[in-house]
């Protein structure tokens, strides 16, 4: 599998609604490319920041405006991010602070992915985490060798329920990527606000915990 | 010669079977099986204060003290489910076998409040009423009940559900609650002091009628430390996307 048609699945695999085959060549190539489980891990963020934003419904002509606009500018960019399909196709109802935040969001990420990616950070950063992943697109000013243990800990446990997970029943599929996707979810939401606010000492105390329930979660589903 | 030899070798291999065949059936009578008919029944008689052990992985395990000295085990499996059973000593470790399926067991226990469980599961709700030993849970998708409990040390971890807890903290005691995605609703006596730590990464905490007495806190919105009444017990709440909720009975 190649990026391009990685991202354009990505949002349906947060979703869950992939095929079997599918999740599985999605899961070997996070595997392998940061590229790609950044752009799970900004859509993990999106998805888990609108998801707390209060709601609110648009009227019909906020709504008439807006599809003018997508309209008029959807053909270069979607050519450009083939994952943006996935926000097209989705009724998110979003009230315009919501739309707001969230753009705010994407920018933030995308000016930090930009800024990451020129400047090399002097401090020790989290390495990525295989198949599950931990992400590498953020940098997180920890240096704490728990960090390093927990993720070989995760890498590990990780390439062993992968090769588990091809024999299981679809039931037992679904209860893991769940709730590995909740998890993913917090371990985003921590990075982000660690990206905020370094020296928050209760977003890394949950950031660490967070890891620990990642691990548990996958020791949990190591022996099926 | 090799005759004479042979006959003396007899009785002594004789006995060595016979010893094989006992150990075996005293293995399989400490293994037991849900049974075509999908049920397991057990009731064990510990010497002193139990220790419980379930390992579920997909069904409700419920929980409550009796008057009785005794611990009776009650299952509800599918057919194909494999619940095995080992007694040493008053330690009682009951497990349902892994496959790579969700196979539904449905527990009902009834022991004496004294005794100590570990409860695990993977899916299915988890309720403990009356127990007063120590009590561990770990769970991946469940609601998790403690009703009526005075244990010196609580440890439950949920990745998604909510936790509910009603009951009291020992003086010196340590209660762990965390939930990736759930919340945590606790209910204590007003006259309970404890040491808090609570965070929920959601900014959702409320403290209720301890927030006024809380000495020596730290308050953020993401977590709040501090004592109350002075402080004892060590009382965690942990939780990502859920809220904490504390409740003066």
């Known amino acids: ?203 890394q105390e949950l950031m660490l915990n967070a890891y620990r329930e990642k691990v548990r979660l996958l020791e949990g589903f190591e022996h099926f | 010669m090799s005759k004479s030899k042979s006959r003396q070798t007899r009785p002594a291999a004789f006995s060595s079977s016979l010893i094989l065949i006992a150990s075996a059936g005293l293995l399989i009578a400490a293994t037991g099986f849900a049974g075509p008919s999908g049920k397991f029944e057990r009731t064990y008689s510990p010497q002193g204060a139990a220790h419980l052990t379930i390992s579920n992985v997909n069904g409700r395990i419920r929980v409550a003290a009796w008057d009785k000295k005794t611990v009776s085990v009650r299952a509800d499996a599918a057919p194909s489910v494999s619940i095995e059973d080992r007694v040493v000593g008053e330690d009682i470790n009951i497990s349902v076998k892994r496959n790579f399926r969700l196979s539904r067991a449905d527990f009902e226990v009834s022991l004496p409040a004294d005794s100590s469980l570990v409860l695990r599961n993977v899916i299915g709700n988890i309720e403990v009423q009356g127990v007063n030993g120590h009590i561990s849970v770990n769970s991946i998708d469940s609601d998790i009940r403690l009703v009526r409990v005075n244990s010196p040390a609580i440890d439950v971890k949920v990745t998604s559900g909510d936790i509910y807890f009603d009951g009291e903290l020992r003086e010196g005691g340590s209660y762990s609650f965390q939930s990736m995605r759930g919340d945590l609703d606790v209910t204590l006596p007003g006259s309970t002091p404890f040491n808090l730590n609570a965070r929920a990464l959601s900014e959702n905490i409320n403290l209720g009628g301890f927030l006024s007495h809380l000495t020596g806190a730290s308050r953020g919105t993401k977590g709040v430390s501090g004592n109350y009444l002075n402080g004892g017990s060590r009382l965690t709440l942990t939780t990502y996307e859920g809220r904490i909720l504390l409740h003066k009975k």
């Not at chain 1, 807006?66 to 309209?71: F, H, L, P």
């Not at chain 1, 950070?121 to 960090?147: K, R």
């Not at chain 1, 993720?151 to 039931?171: H, T």
């Not at chain 1, 990527?177 to 993913?184: C, G, M, T």
């Open chain 1, 1 to 203: 599998m190649i990026c391009n048609q990685c991202q354009e699945l990505i949002s349906d695999y947060i979703d869950g609604s992939l095929e079997l085959g599918e999740q599985v060549q999605i899961e070997r190539h996070l595997g392998d490319c940061e590229a790609c489980r950044a752009v799970r891990d900004d859509l993990l963020q999106i998805v888990h920041f609108s998801h707390q934003l209060p709601q609110h419904a648009p009227s019909g002509a906020v709504w008439t405006r807006i599809q003018a606009d997508v309209a008029q500018q959807r053909g270069p960019w979607l050519r450009a991010f083939p994952w943006l399909t996935w926000l097209k196709t989705r009724r998110l109802d979003l009230s315009l602070p919501q739309m707001a935040a969230t753009a705010a969001a994407i920018v933030i990420a995308v000016s930090a992915a930009v800024l990451f990616s020129r400047h090399e950070s002097p401090q020790p950063q989290v390495t990525g985490a295989g198949a599950q992943g931990v992400s590498t697109a953020e940098a997180i000013p920890l240096s704490n060798s728990d960090f390093q243990q927990i993720e070989k800990q995760i890498n590990r446990l990780s390439e062993s329920v992968e090769q588990r997970k091809v024999e299981w029943d679809p039931e037992l599929r679904s209860a893991f990527e769940r709730n590995l996707l909740y998890v993913d979810q917090c371990l985003a939401e921590c990075r982000h606000q660690l990206n905020d606010n370094p020296a928050d000492d209760v977003s």
